[in-house]
């Protein structure tokens, strides 16, 4: 019996592969979704008249956790 033709080549095969590899890659260097905070939450202080505008955020405060030695 003659077998018949397959119809996935080799080259089809790795094609596949290389566009399935480049598009997991695109994938992962894509920037992720983040949730939008909501409209009123933290509104910008308006700047000191004569400076001294310091202001202990969570943000310092996170960088404080984790800065200590």
Known sequence: ?????SKLSRRTL???AGTAGALAAAVSV???????PEAGASLP?????KGGGYALSEHVKH?????RV
């Open 14 to 16: 790795f094609a596949g």
């Open 45 to 49: 202080r308006p700047k000191p008249e």
């Open 63 to 67: 960088y404080y956790k984790t800065a």
């Open 30 to 36: 894509l920037p992720s979704v983040t949730a939008l």
């Open 1 to 5: 019996m003659p077998s018949s033709p």
